[in-house]
């Protein structure tokens, strides 16, 4: 009904750890077991996940731990290499040119100014010797603008936005606290106004006081800036909260998909129901 | 007679729960219209499948039979049970407003915020919406000084309002009440009632579940009776 041209496509992205063999690359369900082939150990982290993101609207991927969740994440931000499998962003090439097929170069011009990530693990995403302004001033530099002042001037802004104090702008995150440094993540992730922010268990390990002013930032952005996201998460709260429409994983599969409260009120498939009714 | 906002053909549900080997029946076979502007109440007992049916036209349950046939502003006319999950997520921010008994919200949104986002969600701008919801809630009556307050930390029948507020800020065309006065005292009870007719008399359809058929009486057109599943 509604015809705008998505932000993302993701097509049958397949994950392999390992070369496979006859038993699992053909007969995969027999073949495996949770994830890794009983013959030759294979991890098959993903296989075949197909999904669309569309302009504003926020994606829950949730799963337990080993589900391949994270890896989808890696593989669109080039952190890791996909198997096979294509994506297409509509801010590239307008959606015409794969992006996992892009040269090195291409790949990094690609996520230093179309895409945004946040890594569960801050060590992952900020640089520790660096102040914070410093950190995303780094990235906006990487999407070649060099203009100091306005470096500055926008770094300021967007840690203001996450409510990092003024006067702490010009410290190293490694003396802040877990739910700060995941503020400056944000921050820093939305410096070159990506069009998807990639959301990787961003509140997990967070207390809970500080976990709900990082749910309450994530949905100030959504409604301030509009960007589209994806949010991965093993919390089912996290993603009743937050995303419109839900992925469920498993073994690298996608289990069910589908609006959000369906899935928590009205899952179809087994593992769903099994995940739903332990939520306390 | 105007030709009816939503159509109900032989819509039917029922719930495979997987590790209890169980099937549970929803509802079967329920079939009605709703016409522009018109009030109509769900009576039955606990179970009955009322909350069902509303689930369905919000399509938080997944329709298994049957059509929701439903007269859109922005799509024209449209099956709710097999629009896609985009369509329905635009007409739950456009046309179709939801009101359970519950609120739900992300911790540390105060009220006044809860209210203005439903409304900026539609692509109001943010002076016009706060404007808005500050009228509403006014309006519903919500002290002045619970607006910047968490409403984690409110009544009963203080949520309610917020949760009123919310869905009304959209102007739906269609508002679904899922025994919205089941945890209310009296007095707030007749200020949920008075505010329904309110609506009413700005054109909004409804589609109410009441436990209190007293309460529903004078304010509904007419009411639908459930049992067992089927609409009698």
Redesign the interface.
């Known amino acids: 009904m509604t015809t705008t041209l998505p932000v993302l496509t993701v097509d049958d992205l397949s994950k392999r750890y390992g070369s496979g063999c006859a038993a699992c690359r053909d007969h995969a369900e027999t073949a495996l077991q949770g994830n890794t082939c009983r013959h030759c150990g294979t991890v098959h982290a993903l296989s075949g996940v197909s999904f669309e993101v569309h302009p504003g609207e926020v994606l829950g991927i949730v799963g337990e731990s080993g589900s391949g969740k994270s890896t989808i994440l890696n593989c669109l931000y080039f952190d890791e290499e996909p198997t096979s499998g294509h994506a297409y962003l509509a801010a590239y090439e307008r959606g015409a040119a794969d992006l996992w097929t892009a040269s090195g170069e291409r790949r990094r011009w690609i996520r230093n100014h179309l895409l945004g990530k946040v890594y569960q693990n801050p060590m992952l995403g900020l640089n520790m010797d660096f102040s914070s302004v410093a950190n995303i001033a780094e990235k906006m530099i990487a999407a070649n603008d060099r203009h100091v002042g306005r470096m500055e001037a926008r770094a300021r802004v967007l840690l203001e936005h996450t409510r990092i104090p003024t006067h702490r702008m010009k410290t190293s995150p490694r003396q802040f606290s877990g739910g700060m440094q995941q503020r400056v993540q944000i921050a820093k992730a939305l410096s070159n106004e990506p069009p998807i922010l990639l959301l990787d268990e961003v509140t997990t390990g967070l207390d809970l006081s500080v976990q709900a002013r990082v749910l309450d930032l994530i949905k100030q952005i959504r409604r301030d800036v509009g960007v589209a996201m994806i949010l991965v998460s093993h919390d089912l709260a996290v993603i009743r909260m937050l995303a419109d429409r839900t992925i469920v994983m498993r073994d690298g599969r996608q289990v069910e998909a589908g609006l959000t409260d369906q899935i928590m009120e009205d899952p179809q498939h087994p593992y769903t129901q099994e995940l739903v009714y332990s939520l306390l | 007679m105007n030709e009816p906002v939503l159509s109900l053909r032989n819509v039917s549900k029922a719930?495979?729960?997987?590790?209890q080997e169980q099937r549970v029946e929803g509802c079967r076979d329920v079939t009605f219209d709703l016409a522009p502007g018109e009030f109509v109440g769900i009576t039955g007992r606990s179970g009955s499948g009322k909350s069902t049916v509303l689930?369905l036209i919000y399509?938080?349950?997944?329709p298994q039979a049957g059509e929701m046939r439903y007269a859109s502003e922005a799509?024209g006319s449209?099956d709710l049970a097999r629009?896609?999950?985009?369509?329905?997520?635009?007409l739950r921010r456009q046309e179709i407003g939801y009101v359970s008994q519950f609120l739900?919200v992300?911790?540390?949104?105060t009220a006044r915020e809860v209210v203005e986002?439903a409304m900026?969600?539609t692509g109001t701008d943010p002076s016009a919406a706060r404007a808005e919801a500050e009228r509403l809630l006014e309006h519903f009556e919500l002290p002045k000084a619970l607006w910047e307050s968490f409403p984690q930390t409110f009544s009963g029948g203080e949520k309610l309002r917020v949760n009123v507020a919310r869905a009304m800020i959209k102007r739906p065309r269609i508002l679904l009440l899922d025994e919205p006065t089941a945890s209310l005292d009296a007095h707030s009870k007749s200020k949920v009632r008075a505010l329904l007719a309110s609506l009413k008399t700005e054109g909004t359809t409804m589609l109410g579940i009441f436990h209190d058929l007293a309460f529903m009486e004078g304010v509904c057109d007419r009411e639908l009776h459930m049992e067992a599943g089927i609409l009698s």
């Open positions: 719930f495979t729960l997987h590790a689930k399509r938080t349950y997944l799509f449209i629009a896609d999950e985009r369509t329905v997520l635009a739900r992300v911790p540390r949104t986002s900026r969600e």
